[in-house]
């Protein structure tokens, strides 16, 4: 704390990210990455930008990333102006909330949901009110009809993992016709159905992606948000004023790369998918509840043992998982998908553990 802070610094509450742990070969299922690597494309991209000698960094990047648009555009069979880039989506949702949430009414979302929210919430002043899931973590659309500034929420959920079905999406769009309804479909690519194809019929849905997860790409930052053009301006408005350039060179080529190699990455998701539904089996064998995940996680509670000391136990053994302390879900722990040796590694201990 010093005097020099501002009023709003006094009042942030900052997102904790996952460890990043200082080691050699750490079991790293703490932040949803992906275990496999990224197209080799993407690789051979960044060397093509960089050359020899490095010589296109002289120059900024393109400010409108317009030929990394251009391939998303055509990926999903939209057009470029519907298409925005961020520097991940986590800063293009901090965009959404500032240039699309902030209204008189209240953004709606879930109490059990990515805990950027809350945090980007405060940061810009925007007024929030959370919406309980129902019993078993499912979001109930019939409660996200009272008047709001926008409603927000991932598909499938974090840290759930529970996916909507596409036609309930449908359903609280068509009936929010007020205010702009955002899907983060962060881990959309492992499970549940995309609602991109939505926002030419409807002009208040905004559909917000990353190359993090499904793409491997997580160490280049590049995320999107698609939707009507006038949302697509509203957002560029607020990165204009902000940084003309959020994608370096590297970032926006990689990208790109990633998009003209789509066997690549339906691979890896169907690896990732495999590997999940193995690890479920495995933690139910150990006596867990598991949530039916449509992501490239799984949520967990064991009913003998608490989940704070389950997770720092296997972190004693490298092994990263993630806990929240927070309502409802604190005796849950993260498990991201990882390889299936690392899947194995970590039931192994598990088992150790509870002494099965
Ligand atoms: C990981 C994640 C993001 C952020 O992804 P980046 O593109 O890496 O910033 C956004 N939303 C949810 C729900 C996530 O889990």
Redesign the pocket.
């Known amino acids: 704390m010093s005097r020099y802070w501002s009023d709003i610094v006094h009042r942030l509450v900052p997102y904790v990210p996952g460890e990043q742990p200082v080691l050699a070969h750490p079991v790293k299922l703490n932040?949803?990455e992906n275990p496999y690597p990224p197209s080799p494309r993407v690789v051979e991209a960044i060397r093509r930008e960089l050359g020899d000698t490095g010589e296109a960094l002289r120059r900024y990047p393109d400010p409108s990333a317009r030929r990394l648009r251009e391939t998303v555009a055509a990926h999903h069979g939209i057009r470029a102006d519907q298409v925005f880039v961020?520097?991940?989506?986590?800063?293009?949702?901090a965009h959404v909330f500032q240039a699309l949430l902030k209204h008189e009414h209240p953004v709606l979302f879930p109490d059990v949901?990515?805990s950027?929210y809350p945090t980007y919430a405060r940061l810009y002043d925007v007024a929030y009110r959370t919406v309980a899931l129902d019993e078993s973590f499912g979001i109930r659309i019939d409660d996200y009809t009272m008047p709001n500034g926008g409603v927000l929420f991932?598909n499938p959920?974090?840290?759930t993992g529970r996916a909507l079905p596409l036609d309930r999406i449908e359903a609280l769009v068509a009936r929010n016709t007020e205010s702009v309804v955002v899907i983060?479909e962060?881990?959309v690519d492992f499970g549940a159905r995309s609602a991109v194809k939505l926002i030419d019929r409807y002009p208040h849905l905004l559909v917000?992606?990353?190359?993090?997860?499904a793409r491997s790409l997580?160490g280049m930052?590049?995320?999107f948000a698609f939707g009507d053009a006038a949302l697509i301006e509203a957002l560029n408005r607020v990165k204009d004023s902000f940084n003309s350039y959020p994608l370096d060179r590297l970032a926006q080529v990689a990208a790109t790369a990633s998009y003209e190699d789509t066997a690549w990455f339906e691979t890896n998701c169907a690896r990732v998918i495999a590997s999940r539904e193995r690890l479920t089996a495995k933690l139910e064998t150990l006596g867990f509840d598991v949530v039916p995940s449509a992501?490239n996680f799984v949520f967990a509670r064991h009913k003998d043992h608490d989940a704070a000391t389950l997770a720092a136990k296997l972190r004693e053994r490298e092994i990263f998982v993630r806990h929240f302390k927070a309502p409802r879900i604190d005796q849950y722990l993260r498990i991201s998908i990882g390889t299936d040796t690392e899947c194995d590694t970590l039931a192994g201990a598990l088992g150790e553990l509870l002494g099965r």
């Open positions: 932040t949803n961020g520097n991940g989506s986590d800063e293009v949702l949901t990515y950027f991932p959920n974090a840290p983060d962060a881990y917000v992606q990353t190359v993090s997860k997580a930052r590049v995320g992501a």
